[in-house]
């Protein structure tokens, strides 16, 4: 377990975070691409499971759409003849036989409709028809009886003529198999196909459950009926679809060519599939496969458009409700089994839904999601990702840093950025119909923000543990140095010996002398002091101890190396505090010299790598701004370095280091001092 942590933290700090960012923005971009391809049902189970997230998400979000600005009707152009509760109660269980049906019809015909759908198919024979009862009579019924009946024209005859005689279209269901019953084909009228091959885009049936030949022969149109659930919802319905090679039209559009008297539905395929179909003057943008979004209008406000049966037959109807309209003929009756839910959460009968599309058309509302918006959102998604990913790691950003140290902002932040496309989508969708996509930039963008924020998260861990080992090094060696100190202090002034750096004290001690004799410095050094900074010399880089003891010696230091030497003045300061707690033990710490010497101490340490001219870190002091004793350390301080073997270089000679340190007068050292240490250095036995 151990293991596979340690595996994760370094998989999220590499490169900041940004790889395994790259590759959550890349692998859920692919997803989502995936998730609306056209595929067929063998591919759609291998993938359903992985992409389910994204589609779930999108059809929410869109439903969400529908369910907060439904769909207001602006005309009633379609009237449900329904056979309901009521109308089975009267006539007797479903399915009726079709002369009853056929009387059905003619009352329809009365009113004159501009056309008559029928949601609803009629494959079998009527067992209930002259003909048939004649086959069934029971043994011992008089022959002359079955002759008689089979004389008199069938349920299927009767039916037919009142097909016949009325703009009717007759429904249909595809199927993915062939059964019994279905067949491979259906007498419709052909399509005029614009612009290329619908085929290869359009939903396709293996074979289709139709009526009776005899009854397709006297209707004027065949149409289907089968829509696709997704996710158990009805959301978008075919207006053409192929039963294997041939391409038919839905209910929709076959009633609408009934009724305009139009000859064909026209269908215009484009470079990315059907682009629209239209009938007269009515053109129909959809999908590339031939297939509309519904909005729909909530049930409320469509239950006007429904007319029981028997009222119909038994005359008991507004004669407006159908002189001139698209009547349809379906099953509401709750035992028929013939409902389906809508996008509004709404559960209605399933010719409804076929009404509710008519009704679209006539309005004029069409929502659409085009081939390219898809690629549209795409590319938004992947620019905002690669622009997170490569901004939220950088430290030098204001925000990236709080979102780094207040790893909820990000949350929020995520958030308001998807609230923000969400209403876009929403003002898309109200304004012209679009449906923009908003889940998947979520879903994508989450993924991508948490994982730079748990790269973050680990980060902040690793350098607050690091800064904790660090902080212990300090204090380790300060108490260290603490020591130093105190042994300091207590040496006596003539002490002939010192116990390190004895070429750093007397170089320095020969620099502060001599600063003492020039008029400028006269006035900030006495004999103690120049005592003191020579016996402090020695300790001028403590806090070199923050680094490993390996790497004391070997390879040039690594940046982050250097950063550590640059907090020199922490152990100062704390090594001066132990220092001083030590001295207040017996009664010393408010004496001159140790004041004197711990202000010397503190100056020595913090401002030896400050340069003349401010370039010097880790304040950028200037000029005289930087300590005396600090100015006169770092001119010894780069001597020695220059005349002893180092890591990374040999030693140089004298003369060379000389020409080194009268070269930096002026940018790194005090000049005044580069000159003072000039007759020092050529004095001085090695």
């Not at 056929?102 to 501009?114: E, G, H, K, S, V």
């Amino acid at each position: 377990m151990h293991t596979v942590m340690g595996l994760l933290r370094r998989v999220f700090l590499y490169g900041r975070g940004r790889p395994i960012a790259l590759v959550i923005l890349l692998w859920t971009t692919t997803l989502s691409v995936v998730s609306e391809l056209p595929t067929d049902p063998a591919v759609e189970e291998l993938s359903g499971d992985i992409t389910r997230p994204f589609r779930s998400a999108r059809q929410f979000l869109f439903d969400s759409y529908q369910k907060y600005y439904p769909r207001e009707p602006l005309s009633q152009p379609v009237t449900i003849v329904a056979v309901d509760e009521t109308s089975l109660a009267r006539i007797g269980q479903w399915p009726w036989p079709r002369n009853k049906l056929a009387d059905l019809i003619d009352a329809i015909d009365f009113y004159q409709p501009a056309a008559i759908g029928f949601d609803m198919y009629m494959p079998e024979a009527d067992q209930t028809s002259p003909d048939r009862v004649a086959d069934n009579l029971p043994p011992g019924t008089s022959p002359e009886l079955a002759d008689q009946l089979r004389a008199l024209p069938s349920h299927e005859t009767r039916l037919a003529e009142s097909l016949r005689s009325v703009p009717s279209v007759l429904g249909a269901a595809g199927f993915d198999f062939t059964t019994y019953t279905s067949s491979a084909g259906l007498r419709t009228a052909p399509l005029r196909i614009h612009g290329g091959d619908a085929l290869p885009y359009v939903r396709r049936f293996e074979a289709v459950l139709a009526s009776l030949p005899e009854l397709q022969a006297a209707a004027r149109g065949q149409a289907i009926l089968s829509v696709d659930l997704e996710f158990g919802v009805v959301r978008r319905i075919p207006l053409i679809v192929a039963i294997g090679d041939e391409i038919v039209s839905g209910l929709a559009m076959e009633m609408l060519r009934i009724a305009t008297g139009s000859s064909a539905v026209e269908v215009v395929v484009g470079a990315h599939g059907v682009e629209t179909v239209g009938v007269a003057d009515l053109k129909v943008p959809t999908q590339a496969g031939g297939e509309v979004w519904l909005h729909y209008a909530k049930s409320a406000s469509t239950a006007g458009r429904y007319v029981s049966a028997i009222d119909v037959l038994e005359g008991r109807v507004d004669p407006g409700q159908l002189e001139g309209k698209l009547v349809m003929l379906g099953l509401t009756g709750s035992g028929l089994h013939d409902m389906r839910t809508t996008a509004l959460s709404e559960l209605v009968p399933g010719i409804e839904i076929q009404a509710q599309l008519l009704e679209s058309l006539f309005d004029g509302r069409f929502v659409l999601r085009p081939w390219w918006m898809k690629w549209l959102e795409i590319s938004a998604i992947l620019a905002i990702g690669c622009f997170l990913v490569w901004f939220i790691p950088r430290t030098d950003s204001r925000l990236a840093h709080f979102l780094q140290t207040v790893p909820r902002a990000s949350m929020w932040l995520t958030v308001a950025l998807n609230v923000l496309l969400i209403t876009l989508g929403y003002l898309l969708f109200r304004v012209s119909g679009l449906l923009l996509d908003a889940s998947s930039f979520f879903i994508i963008l989450s993924g991508v923000m948490g994982s730079l924020v748990s790269s973050a998260i680990i980060e902040i861990d690793r350098v607050a543990r690091d800064k904790a080992e660090h902080e212990q090094r300090i204090r380790e060696s300060a108490n260290l140095i603490a020591g130093n100190l105190i042994n300091s202090i207590d040496a006596r002034a003539d002490s002939a010996i010192i116990t390190r750096g004895q070429q750093v004290a007397r170089l320095t001690a020969g620099l502060a002398k001599k600063a003492l004799q020039h008029p400028e410095f006269a006035n900030q050094l006495d004999p103690d002091a120049v005592d003191q900074i020579s016996r402090i010399a020695p300790l001028r880089d403590a806090g070199i101890e923050v680094l490993p003891a390996d790497r004391l010696h070997g390879e040039p230091l690594t940046e982050g190396e250097l950063a550590l030497i640059e907090q020199y003045g922490e152990v100062a300061d704390i090594a001066v505090a132990a220092a001083r707690a030590k001295l207040e033990t017996d009664g010393l710490a408010d004496t001159p010299d140790a004041i004197a010497y711990l202000r010397h101490f503190r100056d020595i340490v913090e401002s030896q790598h400050e340069w003349w001219n401010g370039e010097g870190y880790p304040r950028g002091l200037v000029g005289d701004a930087i300590p005396l004793a600090a100015r006169i350390v770092a001119v010894v301080d780069c001597y020695e370095d220059l005349v002893n073997d180092q890591p990374h270089r040999p030693a140089i000679e004298h003369e060379t280091a000389m020409a080194f340190i009268r070269k930096a007068s002026g940018s790194q050292f005090d000049p005044r001092l580069v000159e003072c240490f000039s007759d020092v250095a050529t004095n001085i036995e090695r």
